[in-house]
């Protein structure tokens, strides 16, 4: 079911803030934006998740894959699917990414922002 299909239109400011507040909705937003493919399993966007965790600079106690991929589950995919930026099915595992032009630019943005001093 796409956003349009959900009633969702052009995200709020609210909306699009609330999405990049935590450094994994971050990174799971990148991922999609950098990456070929619009599907995958839940454990392989937790891997990569971790990894831009790690780049960043982040403890390995804080990007360790199962710590993330619980996170995901529990938390920041359920919070992106209400936002309508992506589906996740918690029974299949399945995550698929709809992109949002005003929250890839934020994302963008944040990231910049964030190079330097990581997530």
């Known amino acids: 079911m796409t956003p349009e299909d959900r009633g969702l239109t052009t995200p709020i400011v609210d909306d699009v803030f609330e999405a990049l507040a935590d450094w994994r909705r971050r990174a799971v937003c990148l991922h999609f934006q950098t990456a070929a493919e619009t599907q995958t399993a839940v454990g392989d966007l937790a891997d990569a998740v971790a990894r831009q965790g790690r780049a960043?600079?982040?403890?390995?106690?804080?990007?360790?894959?199962?710590?993330?991929?619980?996170?995901?589950?529990?938390t920041h995919l359920p919070v992106l699917h209400r936002l309508g930026v992506l589906d996740f099915d918690e029974r299949s595992g399945a995550v698929r990414y709809w992109g949002c032009p005003t929250l890839e630019k934020w994302t963008d943005h944040a990231a910049a922002v964030t190079e330097q001093s990581g997530f």
């Open 56 to 74: 960043s600079g982040l403890s390995e106690a804080e990007s360790d894959v199962d710590a993330v991929e619980a996170a995901l589950i529990e």
